[in-house]
Nanobody
Framework: QLRIVESGGGLVQPGGSLRLSCEISGDTWQFYTIAWFHQAPGKERQGIACINNFGDHMNYVESVKDRFAISKDGAKGTVFLRMNSLKPADTGVYYC??????????????????WGKGTQVTVSS
């Protein structure tokens, strides 16, 4: 099982930026996808971005495309989510999850097989 720890959340003004980090360690799978999920207050958790474990394929939900960017450190087992032009609607808990045997380019995972505990992002003046 993978160990996943998110970090980087905090309070930011509308239009600001944050970079979230997802540290992945432990027993890794052969082929998997890392995805970021967003859960707004009172709403269902939604997958917003993913990257395959090789870091060469990414996918985004339309609401964050061109604002957020997912990437993987080629030298470390860390996945980042750069969030620009943040809006109050982006407020919520951001979770990092690993989905085994999933092709990111085919779509963002609807669920994960291993989860972090999340990091809070608040976009407010």
């Amino acid at each position: 099982q993978l160990r996943i720890v998110e970090s980087g959340g905090g309070l930011v003004q509308p239009g600001g930026s944050l970079r979230l980090s997802c540290e992945i360690s432990g027993d890794t799978w052969q082929f998997y996808t890392i995805a970021w999920f967003h859960q707004a207050p009172g709403k269902e958790r939604q997958g917003i971005a993913c990257i395959n474990n090789f870091g060469d394929h990414m996918n985004y939900v339309e609401s964050v495309k061109d604002r957020f960017a997912i990437s993987k450190d080629g030298a470390k087992g860390t996945v980042f989510l750069r969030m620009n032009s943040l809006k109050p609607a982006d407020t919520g808990v951001y979770y990092c999850a690993a989905r085994n045997l999933w092709i990111c380019s085919n779509g963002i995972p609807i669920d994960g097989d291993a989860w972090g505990k999340g990091t809070q992002v608040t976009v407010s003046s």
